[in-house]
């Protein structure tokens, strides 16, 4: 049974910070694309960050700088620290896993899906 859950939202001041979690569990996450998205009330969904299979990251310009995403590879754990936090940044962020290596921001090439989790800034 795979899943995907999300954990570490919350509500901050503008500038601060949050650590967000995804941990995987029922597959083999380290061959997947794994990629942090966001949305937020009103908007389309949209691509924040994503880390591939070969550890190369990617991130979106707006938070170039202030965000980073990373893989804990022991505990099966995908993070987003997310510092210097704007209103604009408030949205519930959403974990996904692909198993195509270019899938980038196309979220239709993600399997796998949390449930979300809500930053408020």
């Known amino acids: 049974h795979v899943q995907l859950v999300e954990s570490g939202g919350g509500s901050v001041q503008a500038g601060g910070s949050l650590r967000l979690s995804c941990v995987a569990s029922?597959?083999?996450?380290?061959?997947?694309?794994m990629a942090w998205f966001r949305q937020a009330p009103g908007k389309e969904r949209e691509g924040v960050a994503y880390?591939?299979?070969?550890?190369?990251?990617t991130y979106i310009d707006s938070v170039k700088g202030r965000f980073t995403i990373s893989r804990d590879r022991a505990k099966h754990t995908l993070h987003l620290q997310m510092n210097s936090l704007k209103p604009e940044d408030a949205a519930m962020y959403y974990c996904?896993?692909?198993?195509?290596?270019?899938?980038?921001?196309?979220?239709?090439?993600?399997?796998?899906w949390g449930q979300g989790t809500q930053v408020t800034v």
């Open positions: 029922g597959f083999s996450y380290v061959n997947y694309c």
């Open positions: 996904a896993g692909s198993t195509y290596s270019a899938a980038g921001f196309i979220e239709r090439l993600y399997n796998y």
């Open positions: 880390s591939d299979q070969d550890g190369g990251t």
